[in-house]
């Protein structure tokens, strides 16, 4: 089975730019999670989405958003770039059934955005 | 709230001898824990987990965890360190059943395997 794909793996943006990052997850798997990696702040949740509604969300502002597609696709936008957005950009997939179990998230390879 | 701590940022062992990394959790119920490792440029990949089964979880590449209740501790443990292990390790609890899928990090242990 396939594992959990990111695409890019790599983006370079400039300030004031928005980004789409995109997200497959494990087939069959119907929860996508967000998380943000920095040095300084370490992983933090962004926001899941489940059956293409966002179910739920993180501390982060406004610029960050994302959807879910029928397929269980993710895409993740983040607006009006800043410096500090530069990250890796994890994607999760697991089961994620209603009401949710403690499912098992697997993590794709990451984006890594680097905003200059 | 969940979360955990690890206590330790960073630990080096030598090749072949045991790897000890400390993870305590807090959580209001009886919680779902994990170890994740994540090697230079990569995604995170699952070691193991435990989910209110056995207390001593056995996972992938001879490592193993045990829940310990009393202590409110899971610390990651394998008898015989290799150059492969040399990663950051990460202790997560879920949210509780019912209430959301969301992961809670640790800080995260780096992996020092000296040859």
């Known amino acids: 089975k396939a594992g959990v794909t990111q695409t890019p793996r790599y983006l370079i943006k400039t300030r004031g730019q928005q980004v789409t990052l995109s997200c497959s997850p494990i087939s069959g798997h119907r929860s996508v999670s967000w998380y943000q990696q920095t040095p300084g702040q370490g992983l933090q949740f962004l926001f899941e989405?489940?059956?293409?509604?966002?179910?739920n969300k993180g501390n982060f502002p406004g610029r960050f958003s994302g959807r879910q597609f029928s397929n269980s696709r993710s895409e993740m936008n983040v607006s009006t770039l800043e410096l500090g957005d530069s990250a890796l950009y994890l994607c999760?997939?697991?089961?994620?059934?209603?009401?949710?179990?403690?499912?098992?998230?697997?993590f794709g390879p990451g984006t890594r955005l680097l905003v200059l | 709230a969940q979360s955990v701590t690890q206590l330790d940022s960073h630990v080096s062992v030598s090749e072949g001898t045991p790897v000890l990394l400390r993870c305590n959790y807090s959580?209001?119920?009886?919680?779902?824990l994990f170890w994740y490792v994540q090697h230079p440029n990569k995604g995170l990949q699952l070691l193991l987990k435990y989910t209110s089964a056995a207390t001593l979880v056995k996972g992938i590449n001879g490592f193993e965890a045990e829940f310990k209740k009393s202590e409110t501790s899971f610390h990651l443990t394998k008898p015989s360190a290799h150059m492969s292990d040399a990663a950051e390790y990460f202790c997560v609890v879920s949210d509780p059943p019912n209430t959301g899928n969301q992961f809670y990090f640790g800080t995260g242990t780096s992996l020092t395997v000296i040859p």
């Open positions: 959580s209001s119920y009886s919680p779902s």
């Open positions: 999760a997939s697991s089961l994620g059934d209603y009401p949710p179990p403690r499912g098992t998230q697997y």
């Open positions: 989405y489940f059956s293409e509604t966002q179910r």
